[in-house]
């Protein structure tokens, strides 16, 4: 592990122990002190925590850890831990089709109604990323663009007045195909993680079906303990 990742997430850690007097981390120079690094390395793991949304600077003041975070689940991976100025998307195609039988049931679409599907590379500092293939409704989104592919999704459906609630997210360990190579620039048969994402509006209505292929994934989960479903599975362990 670099540097710069252990030392940030020994930062996230001990922002969970209220280690930090006045939710305010120690100055720059104290954290390279600390952990024997060069304050380059310091800004690094501190920029990873401010594309968290983990922490904020007050010029001429000091760096501050956000006051809900710690009520919060935190769930970051090695997409979200970028900002979106450093992640690039490649649209590879966008077509209106009909849907499948699962497709259509997902959405709860009706026989004629037609989907958007496309697919695209994730690109995060000039590195594929990510391979993701998207269904979303035509019935919500008439009038998706090659552009809008290659920005923000969630700003996009925003932009429609709509209310994202909830991701449902399942993750399995996959190998790379020769096609899905040849996209990824990479070897057939590299290991990835296959992700597929059910994005669900504040009404309840799913507005996007995905599946993402990932290179060199990691994915960090911070939730609380559910006591009330822990001595759920004990009881039905026989404990």
């Given at each position: 592990m670099k540097k710069r990742e252990f030392i940030a997430q020994d930062l996230i850690s001990k922002i969970y122990q209220h280690q930090f007097p006045n939710n305010q981390l120690p100055p720059q120079r104290s954290l390279a002190d600390k952990y024997e690094v060069s304050r380059y390395t310091i800004q690094e793991a501190l920029k990873r925590l401010m594309d968290m949304g983990l922490i904020y600077t007050i010029q001429g003041d000091g760096i501050y850890i956000k006051e809900n975070i710690l009520s919060n689940p935190l769930i970051y991976n090695s997409m979200?831990?970028?900002?979106?100025?450093?992640?690039?998307?490649?649209?590879?195609?966008?077509?209106?089709?009909?849907?499948?039988?699962?497709?259509?049931?997902?959405?709860?679409?009706?026989?004629?109604?037609?989907?958007?599907?496309?697919?695209?590379?994730?690109?995060?500092?000039?590195?594929?990323?990510?391979l993701e293939t998207s269904v979303l409704p035509c019935c919500l989104f008439p009038d998706l663009t090659p552009k809008d592919v290659e920005g923000s999704i969630q700003d996009y459906v925003q932009k429609k007045s709509y209310i994202i609630s909830h991701y449902i997210t399942n993750y399995k360990a996959s190998i790379i195909s020769k096609n899905q190579s040849e996209l990824l620039n990479c070897k057939k048969g590299t290991p990835a993680m296959e992700i597929t994402n059910r994005g669900i509006l504040s009404d309840g209505t799913i507005y996007q079906y995905s599946n993402i292929l990932a290179l060199d994934y990691t994915c960090t989960y911070i939730i609380p303990f559910n006591k009330e479903n822990y001595e759920k599975r004990q009881k039905s362990m026989g404990y």
């Open positions: 979200t831990e970028n900002s979106y100025k450093d992640i690039v998307s490649k649209t590879i195609y966008l077509k209106k089709v009909s849907p499948s039988l699962d497709i259509q049931k997902t959405f709860g679409l009706e026989e004629n109604d037609l989907v958007w599907e496309f697919q695209r590379l994730r690109i995060v500092k000039y590195q594929i990323t990510q």
